[in-house]
C-alpha cells in the first residue's frame, strides 16, 4: 500500500507522466507555521540541476490542497499537490513491448495486467518521492530539535566530494550511469524513540528507506563491519548519566531504541538503470532477445538527489516515532 | 508494537524470565495440518548445541493453545506458547545499577521508567524469537512452493564453514564473542509479490530482519556493491519470457515487486554484547564509570543461531504478501 | 485518523471552505473502467436540489488525478479532486466567538487550540461526504454483483414518501430542520464475508456509517426490537441449502459473517443543528449564554442527501471484505 | 482479524472448548499496579450466577503469562490466559449437520470449509469476551479519571428492574430465552477525545460494540428519537465555558468528539439463539428441514451478562483515545 506511518501517517499518489502526483498528510498536529516557501528549499535540492541528473525540467511548484489556514496547519489532513507538466509521453511508447532491464516495466505489466501507466515507469517513477520531500519537509518541523543531515559518501569507486563531478562526466560521456553510497546523521534525538522488536528504529528506517527506488542496502553504525568484530570492540562503553557513549559502534539504537547518541545508518543506490547505451533484453512481442536503447531524459547518477529524499523518510519515522513517545 | 503483517498478522510476548513467551498468529487460513511436532525441527536448529551458544538449556516445548483442532488450523487466531522453566533469576539482579555495553538496558530502564523487567533482557531478550520461529513454521507451510534458506556465510573475518568453530572457540577461550554475516534465498517465487514504494518486498523483509536484535545490516542482491557499480553492469538483462534475468544483481526484486528470480538478501550480526571479559561501563548507582563483569550463560556468536529466524522472518512476510497478492 | 480500510483502503481530505477536497483510494485493482462521467450521478443524488436542501451551489466535478490511464484503473492510488468554488467565507466570521449549539465548532476550537478552519465547518463539514461518495462509487464496481440500495424510511414523524416534502415546507417556514431515518438494503451477497468479532460485518459497517456527520444511530436486521423478542421468535429457521432462512430478523449477518440473505440495516440521521431561528448559546467572548441567529445557506433537512452516502460506505466496507475474503 | 486499537492495542484469541483463550494487550504504558485479583471484580460480573445464565461453571480464573513485573505493568505485551476446564464437547457433536438457527455454525461451517473448531461455538463463542473483558480492567485503570458504568434498562418489554428475574423465570419455564437493552454511561471525560469521520468516538465505541456477540443495535444521546426531533428540539444549547450542554441528545459527542458531557449509548441483545424448545432448520445431512432440540448449558438472557462486557469495550476504546490524544 502507499501509506506509512501509525499516528504521523502519510499517503502517496500520483504517476509520473499523469495530472497530478502529491501527498496527503494524515495526523499533523495544529498550529505549525507553513507556507509554500517552506517546501522549495529541499524540493530544490531533489530538484538538483548538476549535470548527470535528469534534464527534465518540472516546476515542482508544491500548491498546499488542504489542512493549512491563515498560515497553519489545522489538525485536519495536509494535502500537497504537484502538477505534472513537462511530460512528453510519446518517448515511452515503444518500451511496452522491450521491458527495460533494470527497471520495474515487466513486473508491473505482469502484476498490473496491462493496465499500468507505462509512460515514465508511471507510479514506479522516482519522481513519486516528490510527496516524500514535501511530507519530509512538515516532519522536520515537527521534531525541530532534531538536526538530520543526509550526504553523498561515495560515487561509484571515488569518495572524494571534489571528484564526484569528473566520475559523472565519465559515465554520461559512455552512455552509462554510476551508482553511490548515502550517509545520513540525525543529532540531538532524546532518548527512548522507538520499540523492542517491529517497531524497532532499524525496522522502521529501513522499511521507509527501501521505499524509496533505487536503493539496495543499509547499515546501521558500524553496519556490515559489526559481523568482523568481537563484541569487546564492538560494544560501545557508556560514558555518562546521559548515556553518552565512547564509541558509536550502535549508530545509536540498542534494542531497537534511541540511546541518545548520532543515529547513524548509510544506504547503497544503485545506477540509474535507463542508461542510453543498448542493452540486450527481452522483447515480449518478438518472443526472443533483442537490443533495445533507451531514448528519453534521466539521471547519470540518481543517488545525487537522493539525499533529501533520505532525510525526508528519516524526518517522516522520526516525527512518527516523536508522537508515539508522548 | 509487538504485532507485523496486514493479513498473517503475528503478535510477539513475553519476557526472558518470566511465566511463557509465544505468539499469536491471526490471518492463518483454516485446513493446514498442524501439530506440535512441526514446530520442533527449526525450534532446534535456533537452540543449536554446538560449542559458542549459551548453554542455558530450555525445553522449548510449544504448546498449541488455540487455533488448531483435530489437527488442522481453525482460521481463528493460533496461538503458541512457551514455558520458561530453566531461569536463573539472580544472575541478573546485579545489572540493574550496571548497565551493559551493547545491551538496552539503559535505554530500557529510560524508556519504562524502571518497571521494565530486567531479568535477562526481559522483553529485549534475543528468547523472544521463539515466537517468530514458531509462526516461520506455520508461514512457511502456507508459502510451500517457495524454498527458503538462510546459513552461515562467515563467522567474524572467516568465509570458511569448516573453520568456524575454530573461530568460535578462540573468543570462548578470550572470554570474547564474534559477529557474522548470514545469507537469505527464497526460491520459486511467484512473479507480481510486493508493492512499489512502502510496501516494497525490501521494506517489508528488512522491517522484519531488524526485528531480530543483534542485526545491524541488510543488503539485498548486490548490496552496497551496485554503490560501485556503473549501470551496464548491474542491469539485469531480461533472458526469456519467464522473466528469468542472466544475472541477479537486483535479489529478486525489480521497483519492489519479485521478479520470479531467487530473492537474495544478506544480514549483519553484530558480536554478542555480553562478554565475560570485564569492560567499563556507567555505575548508575555510584555516578562514575566502573569495570563491570557479566556472569551468566551467553552465546559467544549468536550468528550461528540467526539462520533459522531469518528464514522465519521471510517466510512470514511472504505468507502475508501471498495473501495480498490474491 | 481519515483513513478507512485495510485493503481496499481510502484517505479523506479538505475542508469546506479551502481549495480542494477529495479521496485518495488505494488498492483498488486494475482494469476496472472508469471515467468522470462515471461519478455524476451519485453525486448529483448527493447534491440533491429539492427543497429542503442548501441552497449554496457547487458544480462538484470530479477531477480524477491518479491511478486512471486509458479509461482504466491502473492498481496505483486513485484520487478524485473537487475544487470549492461558491465559497462565501464572510458567513462564517461571527461564529468564531459563537459555537453554534449541535455542531463542533466548540469541540474543534478546544482540540485544535484556534488553529481549525473554521469556515463552514472546515474538515467536519458534510461537504467532506463528497469523497465518500466518489470511493462508494468505485467501490460499487468492485461489486458489482451485489444490490446497495438505501431510501428515507421517514421525515420527522412522517412515513409516506409523498408527504416528506410537505415535512420538510413545514420546517423551512418555521426556520426550523428535521430529522429522518435511512434503511440500506444489499441483496446478492457471497455467504461468508466478514469475520468474527472486531472484523464483523456489522462492527465495519457500523464504523463507516457514524463517519457520515449527523448519524445518531444504527440498528441491524430487527434492530432495537430484539430486545423485546423471544428466542423463538427472533431465531430464523435456515430453509434450505443456499442458507435462506424464512425470516431475516439478522439482517443478513450471524456471528458477524454475512449469511447470504439480504444485509439491512437502517440509521437515524438528527435534524440539521443550523437553523435560522434564534438559539441561546454560549458566547466565548461575552463569557455568557446569549442568542445566536445562523445566517448562510443550509439544509432543513440533512437526511435527504444521505441514502447516497451511506451506500457508498456500505459499498466501501464490502468492496474491502471482498478483496480479504480473497 | 481479531486485533482492535491504535496504540492500546488487543488481541484476542480462543475456543471455547480449546485449551485456552484469552488477550495479549500491546501498548500498555508501564508503572500501572496489576495483580490477579484486579480481574475477579468484573469476571464476577461477566460469569454471573443468577437464574437464567449458564449452568456451565469455569473457575475463569486469569492468569497474567507476560507484561507484569513486580506487581506491575512493564510496558511490554501483557498476555492474560484463561484455562478451560469444564468442557463437554459430547455436547455438540450432533450439530455439525444442524446448523442451529440464529448461531453461526452454518455460516462458519461455510466460511472455514469444515475446519472450524465447531464445540460450544468454537471461535464464535460468548466465553471470548473473557479476553475483553480482562483487557477492559486493564483499560480502565488508564482512564481511572473516567466513570464507565452500564447497566441493564430492560429484558424483553419489562423495564422494571425488580421484575426482571420473573422474565426470566419465565422464559426458563417455556424452554425458551429473552433479548434485552444495556445501556453504558461514561462521565467525567475530558474535552476533545475523538476525530472527526473514521475515528470518531461513535464510529470506535460501535465498531468495538458489535464485536460482542448478540448485540444487534446502538444508539448514542437520543438515538433514533433525534430522526423524529426539530433542530429547535434536539440542539443542545451550551450553558458555560466548561462546555456543559442543558440537554445531553448527542450524548456527549459533537463531529465525533467528546464534548465534556457523559456519553451515553445505549445496544440490543438478542435473546440467546440456543433455546431448548425444537425449532426447524435445514439438516445438510438429510438434505431437509428438520426439528433440532438443543441440548446443553445455555442463557436464557445472554443480555444480563452483557453490561460489563460493554464497559470493558468502552474502556479499551477511550484508553486508546486517551493515548492517542497526548
Sequence with gaps: MNTFGRIFRISIFGESHGEAL??????????????????????????????????????DLPEIVSGVF?????????????????????????????????HADWVADQKFGGFQDYRGGGHFSGRITLGLVAAGVVAKKMVSGVNIRAEILSVG??????????????????????????ECVAEKLPVGWGEPFFDSVESLISHAVFAIPAIK??????????????????????????????TNHAGGVNGGITNGNPLIFRVAVKPT????????????????????????????????????????????????LSMIHK
Design 22 to 59: 502529491g501527498v496527503v498528510i494524515d495526523g499533523c498536529p495544529p498550529g505549525i507555521a507553513l507556507s509554500v516557501d517552506d517546501f522549495l528549499p529541499d524540493l530544490a535540492r531533489r530538484k538538483s540541476g548538476a549535470r548527470g541528473t535528469t534534464p527534465r525540467r518540472e516546476a
Design 273 to 320: 538503470a535507463s542508461i542510453s547505451r543498448p542493452q540486450p533484453t527481452w522483447n515480449t512481442a518478438s518472443g526472443q532477445v533483442e537490443e533495445l536503447t533507451i531514448k528519453g531524459r534521466h539521471d547519470a547518477c540518481i543517488a545525487l538527489r537522493v539525499p533529501v529524499i533520505v532525510e525526508a523518510v528519516t524526518a517522516i519515522v522520526l516525527a512518527d
Design 70 to 102: 491563515e498560515g497553519h496547519t489545522t489538525g485536519a489532513p495536509l494535502t500537497v499537490l504537484f502538477r505534472n507538466e513537462n511530460t512528453r509521453s510519446g518517448d515511452y511508447r515503444n518500451l511496452v513491448d522491450h521491458p527495460r532491464p533494470g
Design 217 to 246: 542496502a543499509i547499515e546501521f553504525g558500524a553496519g556490515f563491519a559489526v559481523a568482523r568484530m568481537k563484541g569487546s570492540q564492538n560494544n560501545d562503553p557508556i560514558a555518562d548519566a546521559s548515556g553518552r557513549t565512547l
Design 157 to 182: 569507486d571515488c569518495t572524494d566530494p571534489a571528484h564526484f563531478q569528473d566520475v559523472v562526466e565519465e559515465v554520461l560521456r559512455t552512455g552509462d550511469s554510476v551508482g553511490g553510497v548515502v
